[in-house]
Structures are given as C-alpha cells and as structure tokens.
C-alpha cells in the first residue's frame, strides 16, 4: 500500500497497476484496498472524459451542490476505465469493513453517475441512520435538489455537527426560519436557539449578525416558549459578565449594542436605570429603530 501512495504524487497509472496487482493478490480480502482501487478507477476515468471534446461541466453528478467534492461524469462515456468496475470494487470495500464510512461517499457518487440515485440516497439513509457522520449527511444533502437552506432538518444535523459551517449556510438557513416562524416546530425553534448560542460561544463574540438572531429568537421565544429560554439559559450564568458588561451600553450605540440590548431586556430582570433601556428608547439609525420596533411588534 505504501508504494501505491508514493505512485500516486506522479503517476496514476502506475498507482492503478500497483492497487490493480495488490487487490488482486495480497489484499484481495483488504477493504483499503479494494476501495481505493474503486476511486482511482473512477478518478481516471475521469482524466480520460476530460481529455475528450465531450466533457462539459454539465455532466457533473453534483453540479447544483458545493457539498460534493468529488464531482464525477455521469452517463455513457467511451473510456478506458469503466465506472461499473469502480463500483464493483467500492462496493467490495464496504463489504468487507461495514463500519468503515470513508469509502461511502465515493460509492454514493459512482452509483448516481452510472444513474442510480435512488440505490444512493437508501444507501447513505441507511449509514446516517446507524451513524450520524457529516460526510454521509453532506451527500445526502447534494443529492436532494432542494437548495441546502429548504432542508430544515438535515441542515439542523449540519449545523449542530459543524459549528463552523460557512456563514452562508448558517446566515441563510436562519434567516429563512424566521421568514418561516408559525410553520417551525417546537422542537425545531429550540435546536435552532441552541445552534446560535453554540455559535456566539465559540466564534468571534462581536459578529453582528449572530447577536441580532440571538435577539430575533430570545424576544419570539419569551413570548411563545418561555421554557426554552429558561432552559438554555439556566446553564449559563456566567452569560452576564462574558457578553453584558454595563459600560457597552454607555459609549457609541452601534447595531450589535441594541441587538445585544433587545437580548439583556429579554433575558434578565434588570433594574431600572440600566442603560439598555437608554440605548433602546433613545436615538437609534432608521434601521435600528426599525429592528427594535418589528422586534416590539412581534412580542406584543
């Protein structure tokens, strides 16, 4: 296996060869080595497409989705190397190793290539049934023709397993559960309360539009699911003094001070006199004002 390796920084043939002879031999009975000769296959079968004057990026198995990495040609291409090998082999592979997830992607994108999205998507449903592994979930998601952010609980799963997914995915799936409040479940409002705490505690404390979710959710929640507030919030005491300190809310009012004072209105019993109520009623941009009184209007 070592020498397939070294092969493949300069020549895929000879790693072809070297992973051809070795599957073949020794490791006949090796899931590495059956799966790594499915993807080569596929990989220069691949080379050969573009070479040709057939290949267009529209043949992508993948191309609506910037999940999929691994993107490969579907239908019937003369080549060398035949996709029905690759999947002999992957397929080989997790015979073999049924616990190993490694291989599972490859697999999923060779059998939508040879036109068997639906043995796919049963395959990788399957593995995130037993395992919830994010890079089964992301197959799964570019194998669904639904932009990600529509994919209300795989993109739950998403954001939970990778709290630094792109701010695209976070920012746009939020916005769209807002847009969507009365048709949410409880369930769903409150995993999605939780993914933005997680968010501002493990980024940067002063990004501006995690603290206006925060704001959007903790106002709506009061209201609506109290507990949930209560809840999360019983668990994090130190919340006051990490992201609330007083003098914030006595210099420049800028966005984040009033989405930072629409949660501390919300979620403390402050005393009168505490300047968030200053930065609230006092003089605030158009979209400021704006933002505070829709925020007002949807609690009343």
């Known amino acids: 296996m070592e020498r397939f390796f070294v092969a493949l920084d300069s020549n895929y043939d000879d790693a072809y060869a070297i992973i051809l002879a070795f599957s073949t031999d020794t490791g006949s009975k090796l899931a590495m080595a059956h799966g790594f000769l499915g993807i080569i296959i596929a990989c220069l079968r691949e080379l050969e497409v573009r070479r040709t004057n057939a290949f267009t990026a529209c043949a992508h198995v993948f191309k609506h989705s910037e999940f999929a990495q691994f993107a490969i040609s579907g239908g019937e291409?003369?080549?060398?190397?035949s996709l029905t090998n690759a999947?002999?082999?992957l397929e080989r592979a997790l015979e073999l190793d049924p616990e190993c997830d490694f291989f599972v992607p490859f697999h999923a994108q060779v059998l939508v290539a040879l036109g068997n999205p639906e043995h796919a998507t049963h395959m990788l449903e399957q593995r995130y049934t037993k395992d919830k592994n994010i890079v089964v979930l992301r197959m799964l998601m570019s194998l669904d023709p639904r932009d990600v952010v529509e994919q209300t609980d795989r993109m739950l799963d998403y954001l939970e397993l990778d709290p630094f997914a792109l701010e695209k995915y976070f920012i746009g799936f939020i916005t769209r559960c807002i847009d969507h409040w009365a048709q949410l479940s409880i369930e769903t409002i409150s995993r999605l309360f939780l993914i933005i705490i997680d968010r501002i505690e493990r980024?940067?404390?002063?990004e501006t539009d995690k603290w206006k979710y925060m704001a959007h959710f903790t106002s709506q929640l009061r209201t609506d699911y109290p507990h949930v507030v209560g809840s999360a919030m019983d668990e994090r005491v130190q919340w006051w003094h990490m992201y609330f300190d007083w003098p914030q809310f006595t210099g420049t009012v800028n966005d984040?001070?009033?989405?930072?004072a629409v949660c501390a209105l919300q979620l403390f019993d402050l005393e009168q006199g505490h300047p968030v109520y200053n930065v609230l009623s006092g003089e605030l941009t158009d979209n400021q004002a704006t933002f505070v009184n829709s925020i007002q209007t949807s609690t009343d």
């Open 87 to 89: 999947e002999r082999h």
């Open 77 to 81: 291409q003369k080549t060398k190397y």
């Open 256 to 260: 984040l001070v009033v989405y930072k």
């Open 203 to 206: 980024g940067d404390p002063l």
